[in-house]
């Protein structure tokens, strides 16, 4: 008998079964109009709300025994994250659990990506001691360090971005091309085409870099007539080059942990097969670095299994 698992966050709506060895998600992309570079939080509100019933009559059918509901109800787990998306799920997933009578529990967002990337990558004994990790996406470029908390984990932030994510500049950068957002795997399949590479070693302090920089420069580029794949590779390999000194300066002061990579950029061919090769990083399967509702799905069976009372 599963547990069930919602998140609403930009820019996918989730839903996710797990009975504590397998699971199904699904997921579906929010609606962002071509040219366009995301969703204000009321329109992806509306559009995780009018989609979440489908959704969950897809994934459920006619499906009954749900031990628990757990969703992702903001971006981390601190205090004051907040955004309006995530209503739609925690709001949904609070209804079906006091119609059933089973608990709820919620989770962040980020926590749910960690969970998943773990899961997915067949070490979920990672999330029962400390490791480094990457969430890299969207809306966010952060290196963590990560260490078990009861049946979750809890992430400080030791490095990443000063200014835009990695998410950002490759999204600014497939909308300048004419992709469509978001843009990363279009971006990705870009630059794996032949054709010239430049690239741009980002100054790092410490262990955090800024990458707004980078957007300009991949504007020159476009002013100049350079090729679109030259582009694409330029934003991908600067993005992996200054991610790759961040986690090897983050090994030499914490030795020995292990390093995890979830979100969305996390799914970049380049990048996974320069940091697994120079960093031992472990990667999440491709389909659950984006967006998905398995982690959440997978903590909400821990915190079940674990005794924990909402």
């Known amino acids: 008998m599963p547990v069930l698992g919602l998140d609403t966050s930009n820019y996918t709506t989730s839903a996710a079964l797990f009975n504590g060895e397998t699971g199904r998600n699904i997921g579906r992309l929010l609606d962002v109009r071509p040219g366009e570079l995301g969703l204000r939080q009321s329109d992806a509100l509306f559009q995780h709300v009018k989609r979440l019933p489908r959704l969950l009559e897809e994934l459920l059918g006619e499906r009954q025994g749900i031990l628990a509901v757990g969703a992702s109800t ?10 309006p998306c995530f209503l739609a799920g925690e709001s949904q997933g609070r209804g079906i659990a006091a119609a059933l009578g089973v608990p709820f529990y919620a989770h962040s967002h980020q926590q ?16 029962d001691a400390p490791f480094l990790a990457w969430h890299l996406s969207g809306g966010t470029t952060e290196l963590l360090l990560v260490k078990p908390k009861d049946y979750t984990v809890e992430a400080e932030i030791i490095g990443g971005t000063s200014d835009i994510s990695a998410g ?8 300048l091309l004419g992709l469509q957002f978001p843009a990363g795997k279009a971006l990705d ?5 032949d054709g010239a590479a430049f690239a741009f070693s980002v100054r790092l302090d410490g262990l955090t870099f800024s ?7 991949v504007k020159a580029l476009a002013e100049r007539g350079e090729s679109k794949t030259a582009i694409a590779r330029f934003a991908i390999a ?3 080059g200054v991610v790759r000194r961040a986690t090897q300066e983050a090994q030499k002061q914490h030795p020995g942990l292990p390093v995890l990579c ?33 982690g959440t799905a997978i903590l909400t069976w821990r915190a079940l299994k674990a005794g924990e009372r909402p």
């Not at 903001?74 to 955004?83: C, I, L, N």
């Not at 950002?168 to 909308?175: A, E, H, M, S």
């Not at 097969?273 to 984006?290: D, H, M, N, R, W």
């Open 74 to 83: 903001r971006p981390r787990a601190v205090e004051g994250s907040y955004m």
């Open 112 to 127: 749910g990506h960690l969970a998943a990337a773990a899961w997915s990558a067949g070490r979920p004994d990672l999330l």
């Open 168 to 175: 950002q500049l490759i999204d600014r950068t497939g909308v």
């Open 189 to 193: 399949e870009l630059s794996q085409q």
């Open 211 to 217: 990458l707004s920089g980078m957007e300009n420069q």
């Open 238 to 240: 600067t993005v992996t």
């Open 262 to 294: 979830s979100g969305g950029v996390a799914s970049n061919t380049h990048l996974r097969e320069v940091l697994a090769e120079t960093c031992g990083a472990i990667f999440a399967q491709p389909k659950y670095s984006t967006d998905n509702a398995m």
